[in-house]
């Protein structure tokens, strides 16, 4: 017989934030045991499936024994040359495929480990807030210490470098960004690119730009890749990922892009911790970075749609909301007197509408809860419905 043991979880593990969702969740599971008719507004995961020809190529490809070993961890050279192709076609920024780019089994986990490529015990790591917890939680794995740059509707959303004090500064060894942005909606412009690269260029700190809903736009109007403007290579790397853009975030794929030495240092963590993403995978992710726009403008049309047609039913019931020009985000004020959780927990008791608290991102979100789009628009009006009766 062996005696039970208690193992200690790791300080990183004891550090991490208390995850507020899980309270959501409890919440959800609740109403759902109650028969509530539940409308699910609350998840960034697309809704619809990934495109056809997409999956036809994955079934062909997965019958390939080639594919059934171990695939190299920067992955194929096709995959890489297919990322470099896209990157021109879209954004007129040429790669070489051999130096510029990783391949990421989804952009979650490149942006998981990127500070375990550089970051001491000590480090500072700046992080948009509200933002993707993922950057400050991976932070905090490799012993850094995060500086929130809070993220105002009165700058735009955008981080005000500005304002950073020195001392953190110093320390800062990566700044991350994330536009179009998830939870806010907001993009960014030539001028804060501009600002950020100078930024990142005077203070020796390298940018990790996270573009996982460039082709997730609306109105035409098509946000920029950082790797658009002069300079950028020198101080950065932009994460991508197949999972909005191909509604494909089941596959676990996604790619890093730009600075040589970033894409190096990035790999060799990889190559010590992971083996790549399966090949047959890759071999999908060729035929989905060759999409018809056609197929996308679809996708585009349809969460536009939505779009409208939330934005247009919270703003007549009085709620102040950013209208987004991409991501499947709206970002809405929470009415006065309530806060984030309170405003979350009315709708969902009240009104069989699960969102997400704008606090669960991080301070600087207390005030605003967050609608994804991912329901029909006939559901949508029905939230809307809901929602009218409790206000
Ligand atoms: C969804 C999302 C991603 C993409 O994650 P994958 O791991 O590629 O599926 C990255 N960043 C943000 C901010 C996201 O919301």
């Known amino acids: 017989m062996s005696k039970k043991i208690t193992i200690e979880p790791a300080k990183r593990v004891k550090d991490l934030p208390p995850y507020l969702f899980a309270t959501i969740d409890k919440m959800k599971v609740k109403a759902l045991s109650k028969g509530v008719d539940l409308i699910d507004l609350s998840i960034g995961d ?4 990934t495109p056809k020809h997409i999956v036809e190529r994955m079934r062909k490809a997965v019958t390939n024994p080639a594919h059934h070993q171990y695939p190299s961890y920067v992955g194929m050279l096709s995959f890489r040359q297919a990322v470099a192709d896209w990157y021109k076609k879209r954004f007129n920024v ?3 495929p051999k130096t510029e780019v990783v391949s990421l089994i989804g952009s979650k986990e490149g ?3 990127m500070p375990l490529a550089f970051v001491n015990p000590g480090d500072y790591v700046l992080v948009p807030s509200p933002g993707y917890p993922v950057y400050p939680v991976a932070t905090l794995f490799a012993g850094g210490k995060g500086y929130e740059m809070p993220l105002l509707e009165k700058n735009d959303y955008l981080p005000d470098l500005d304002s950073i004090p020195e001392t953190v500064l110093k320390k800062a060894k990566l700044i991350f960004v994330n536009y179009p942005n998830n939870p806010t909606g907001a993009c960014a412009d030539r001028a804060f690119y501009t600002k950020l690269i100078k930024f990142a260029s005077d203070n020796n700190i390298l940018i990790c730009h996270d573009a996982a809903y460039s082709e997730m736009y609306f109105d035409e109007e098509k946000p920029l890749s950082f790797l658009q403007l002069p300079g950028a290579r020198n101080v950065g790397i932009e994460f991508h990922s197949l999972s909005k853009t191909y509604n494909m975030t089941g ?3 996604g790619f890093a892009v730009g600075n040589k030495d970033a894409v190096a240092a990035l790999g060799k963590i990889k190559s010590n911790i992971d083996s790549g993403i399966f090949q047959a995978i890759q071999e999908a992710g060729i035929e989905a970075l060759q999409t018809d726009d056609k197929v996308l403008a679809k996708i585009r049309k349809m969460y536009q749609g939505r779009r409208d047609a939330l934005y247009k039913g919270l703003t007549k019931l009085g709620l ?3 209208k987004p020009k991409a991501t499947f985000y709206l970002w809405v004020r ?10 979350t927990t009315l709708l969902l008791n009240k009104a069989g509408i699960l969102t997400t608290p704008g606090s669960g991102f991080g301070k600087p979100g207390e005030g605003y809860i967050r609608f994804a789009l991912t329901v029909p628009v006939k559901r949508i009006k029905e939230a809307v419905a809901r929602i009218e009766k409790v206000l």
């Open 320 to 322: 102040e909301v950013s």
């Open 94 to 96: 040429t790669l070489d």
């Open 111 to 113: 942006i998981g480990h």
């Open 46 to 49: 697309p809704d619809t499936p």
């Open 251 to 253: 596959w676990r794929i």
């Open 334 to 343: 929470c009415p006065k007197g309530l806060s984030s959780m309170d405003f």
